[in-house]
C-alpha cells in the first residue's frame, strides 16, 4: 500500500511571506502527526491531528498552524516566515495515534531566504 | 532541556560486528520507547520499540535493552552490515497525555565492510 505521501519535496521561499505543506497518510490511517527537523535542534514535535481535531501542540509560535480534513489527510501553514524555519518538516501517520509506530513521509525541505 | 539523549554523534563499526547505539533519558514519566533509522532525503523509519513493562525486545538482528532504573536503553545490532549505515534515532513517549514522539539527536552509524 502507498505510504505517507508530501508534497511538495522541495520549497524556497521568502522571509515574511506564508507556506502550505500537504501530506497524505497511509490509508486508513486517521492520527497525522507534524515534525520539524533542523541541524541544531533534531526532531521537534508540532502537533498531532485525529479526526479533524488537534489532539496536541509542541512548542512553537502561533505562525505555525495545521488542519486535518475528512479524509485523514492534513495540511500545516507557516505564516510571516523567518529564517529560523528553514528546516525539514515530516509528516507522520498512524491508524490512531495509540501505535507509536508511526509511518514517515520523506519531508518537505523547505528554505527561507 | 534535553529529555532524550544520544551522547554519541557517530558510530563506526566493522562489518559482521556488533553496533551498540546508547540513549539516556530524564522524564521519568516516559514508558514507551522506539528507535528509527534514517536515510538521507528519507523519512525515518520505524525499527523497533519497547514497552517500560519489558526489559528486553527483540526483532531479527535487532535488540533494544532497557533499564528503567538508570534511564537508558540501548539498541544492539548484530551482525552489522553495511547497509544499516544511517542515523539511528530514539524515541520515547508518554503514553498517559500527549501523543507526541521526543527525540534524540540521533547517532550516524557506519558499517565499514
Known amino acids: 500500500k502507498a505510504g505517507v505521501t508530501q508534497t511538495p519535496r522541495y520549497l524556497i521561499k521568502t522571509r515574511g511571506q506564508q507556506v502550505t505543506l500537504s501530506c497524505s497518510p497511509i490509508s486508513g490511517h486517521r492520527s497525522v502527526s507534524w515534525y520539524q527537523q533542523t541541524p541544531g535542534q533534531g526532531l521537534q514535535f508540532l502537533f498531532e491531528y485525529f479526526s479533524e481535531t488537534q489532539r496536541n501542540k509542541g512548542n512553537f509560535p502561533g505562525r505555525f498552524s495545521g488542519r486535518q480534513f475528512s479524509n485523514s489527510r492534513s495540511e500545516m501553514n507557516v505564516s510571516t516566515l523567518e529564517l529560523g524555519d528553514s528546516a525539514l518538516y515530516l509528516c507522520?501517520?498512524?491508524?490512531?495515534?495509540?501505535?507509536?509506530?508511526?509511518?514517515f513521509g520523506s519531508g518537505t525541505r523547505l528554505t527561507v531566504v | 532541556d534535553q529529555q532524550v539523549k544520544q551522547n554519541s554523534p557517530s558510530l563506526s563499526v566493522q562489518e559482521g560486528r556488533i553496533s551498540i547505539l546508547n540513549c539516556d533519558y530524564t522524564n521519568s514519566m516516559f514508558d514507551y520507547f522506539l528507535w528509527y533509522k534514517k536515510y538521507p532525503a528519507e523519512g525515518p523509519t520505524f525499527l523497533i520499540s519497547?514497552?517500560?513493562?519489558?526489559d528486553k525486545n527483540e526483532d531479527g538482528r535487532f535488540t533494544v535493552f532497557l533499564n528503567k532504573s538508570a534511564k537508558h536503553l540501548s539498541l544492539h545490532i548484530v551482525p552489522s552490515q553495511p547497509g544499516d549505515s544511517a542515523v539511528y534515532f530514539c524515541?520515547?513517549?508518554?503514553?498517559?497525555?500527549?501523543?507526541?514522539?521526543?527525540f534524540g539527536s540521533g547517532t550516524q552509524l557506519t558499517v565499514l565492510p
Open positions: 507522520a501517520s498512524s491508524p490512531d495515534g495509540v501505535n507509536y509506530g508511526y509511518t
Open positions: 519497547i514497552s517500560s513493562i519489558k
Open positions: 524515541a520515547a513517549v508518554n503514553s498517559g497525555s500527549a501523543r507526541q514522539l521526543t
